[in-house]
């Protein structure tokens, strides 16, 4: 972790510094935890794999008495892989779990230093708060918690069986950010669609939450509904660059709300 002031540079500028610091180490541990996690899934999936092989070597070795040397050694080749499968995985869990401390630690020296500014703020109490404010999505966009409440409010938003939670939409970008109202040191990932795919139609413009764990609920924010004209679509992809900035989904918002 890079190194740190212990206190918070005087005034609001110094502020804004310190907490952009902050959130930068907490991205980073996210997107490692995030990294770490799929690892640890895909370690274990590669665990019950072999193992299921080798119940399929015993149920063969029932079968067919003469191949019961040959299939010895074979079983003994996949305990030993499975053996080395889990030991993969469990390191992975291991690392996970570091991972999720290290994001603890960082959330906790934010809320000191929270602590901190709120002892020290005084006359620049306005200035703190908007340092700390999150920026306003329109006042028509929605939040959804998970991607069937989504589709529940509205079937069509759904390609084929609802149940599979697959959405009409054409990607418009995959790195859309916005830090989390409160808590602006907490940031979400998101991606973003538009349901209008031919000129003239009207389609949600909507954004899904990257997700760590492979099949949590997906939170999802409704942004417009708005008609695809060659100036929407201009408006729209003038926002694309922003990807990666400071709270971009509340920009690809306003950009949808003026189109």
């Known amino acids: 972790m890079p190194n740190r002031p212990a206190t918070p540079a005087s005034g609001p500028p110094g502020l804004a510094a310190l907490l952009d610091a902050e959130r930068s180490v907490l991205r980073e541990h996210h997107e490692r935890l995030r990294i770490l ?6 370690a274990s999936l590669r665990a019950v794999a072999l193992d299921d092989a080798i119940k399929l070597q015993h149920d063969a070795r029932r079968q067919t008495r003469g191949m019961r040397d040959r299939l010895r050694s074979r079983e003994l080749d996949r305990r030993l892989l499975t053996a080395d499968a889990r030991s993969v995985a469990s390191a992975a869990a291991t690392a996970a779990e570091a991972a999720r401390l290290r994001v603890m630690a960082t959330e906790r020296r934010l809320d000191e230093i929270r602590a901190l500014v709120d002892a020290q703020a005084g006359d620049v109490r306005g200035d703190v708060d908007a340092a700390r404010r999150s920026a306003e999505l329109p006042a028509e966009a929605r939040l959804f918690p998970t991607i069937a409440g989504f589709i529940a409010d509205d079937p069509c938003r759904a390609v084929g069986d609802p149940r599979q939670q697959d959405l009409v939409g054409r990607p418009l970008g995959d790195r859309w950010l916005l830090e989390e109202p409160g808590r602006p040191w907490q940031v979400a990932q998101w991606r973003a669609f538009w349901a209008a795919m031919e000129p003239g139609q009207r389609g949600d413009l909507f954004a899904v939450e990257h997700s760590i764990r492979p099949h949590a609920a997906r939170r999802v924010w409704l942004l417009a509904s708005l008609v695809r004209t060659d100036d929407a679509v201009l408006r729209l992809e003038s926002t694309l660059s ?14 949808a709300a003026d189109a």
């Open 37 to 42: 996690v799929e690892a640890e899934h895909a």
């Open 242 to 255: 922003r990807q990666g900035e400071r709270n971009s989904l509340a920009a690809l918002a306003a950009a």
